[in-house]
C-alpha cells in the first residue's frame, strides 16, 4: 500500500509539472501572437571555457516573425549579424570580412522560432520552468547533432524577454540581457537586407 502511495504521489507530481509546461509555454505563445516583432539594447557575454575568459559586446537588436533579425554591434568593434529569412551575413567592417550562411543553421534564429512560429517545442526539446519568479525556461534540445546543448530564456513578470542563455557542445556560455524593448518594431523587409561593399573578402559557409 505505501509502494502504491509513492507511486502515485510521483505520477501526480509529473502530471501537475507536464501542466506547468504547457501553461506557461501556452501564456508566452499568446503574449506574441499578435506581435510582429521586439527591438532592444543588448549586453553580450561570452565566456570562452577552454581559455577561462569573458568577452563582453554590447549594442541594438531588431527582431521581426519569419526569422528576420539584425544584431548590430557598437562595442568593442563594430559587427553586424543580419537575416532575411535565406541568408545569415555576418559582417565584420574592421577585418574587411562578410561570412554568409544559410538562416536556418544559426542557432542564433531559435530564438526567434519560439517567440514568433508558436512550433511544438516540446517535440524538438526537453523542457523545464520554474516561473516563481517571471518565468526562466530551459530548452534542451533532443537532438545530438546541434552547435547548441541548452538554450534558458528568461521572461519577466510581464512575459517581456529579458535574458537569454546559450551553452554550446563545449560548455561556452553566450548571455544576452536585452533592456529598452520595443515591441512591434517599424522597420520593413529592407532593412534585413545586406549589400556587400566592394572589397570585402566574401566566405561562404555550408
Same mark, same amino acid.
Given at each position: ?13 509529473? $502530471? ?21 516583432? @521586439? ?31 539584425? +544584431? ?16 545569415? +551575413? ?18 542564433? $534564429? ?41 538554450? $534558458? ?16 557542445? @563545449?560548455?561556452?556560455?553566450? $548571455? ?31
Amino acid at each position: 500500500m505505501k509502494n502504491l502511495l509513492i507511486v502515485t504521489l510521483c505520477l501526480m507530481s509529473l $502530471t501537475i509539472f507536464a501542466s506547468s509546461i504547457q501553461e506557461n509555454l501556452q501564456k508566452i505563445q499568446d503574449k506574441y501572437k499578435d506581435i510582429t516583432g @521586439f527591438e532592444a539594447n543588448f549586453e553580450q557575454n561570452f565566456y570562452h571555457k577552454a581559455y577561462k575568459k569573458d568577452k563582453k559586446s554590447s549594442g541594438e537588436v531588431v527582431f521581426k516573425k519569419e526569422l528576420f533579425m539584425k +544584431w548590430s554591434y557598437n562595442s568593442p568593434e563594430r559587427k553586424y549579424i543580419i537575416s532575411n529569412q535565406e541568408k545569415l +551575413w555576418v559582417y565584420e567592417p574592421e577585418n574587411e570580412q562578410v561570412f554568409i550562411s544559410e538562416v536556418k543553421k544559426s542557432e542564433l $534564429t531559435q530564438i526567434s522560432r519560439f517567440l514568433f512560429q508558436h512550433e511544438d517545442l516540446q517535440k524538438e526539446y526537453d523542457i523545464t520552468i520554474d516561473d516563481k519568479n517571471g518565468v526562466v525556461m530551459d530548452l534542451t534540445p533532443k537532438s545530438k547533432d546541434l552547435s547548441y546543448k541548452k538554450i $534558458t530564456l528568461t521572461f519577466s513578470s510581464e512575459l517581456k524577454l529579458t535574458k537569454t542563455e546559450m551553452i554550446d557542445q @563545449f560548455d561556452n556560455v553566450n $548571455t544576452i540581457a536585452y533592456s529598452n524593448i520595443k515591441l512591434n518594431p517599424t522597420q520593413d523587409k529592407s532593412f534585413f537586407e545586406f549589400k556587400i561593399p566592394e572589397g570585402i573578402e566574401v566566405i561562404e559557409q555550408k
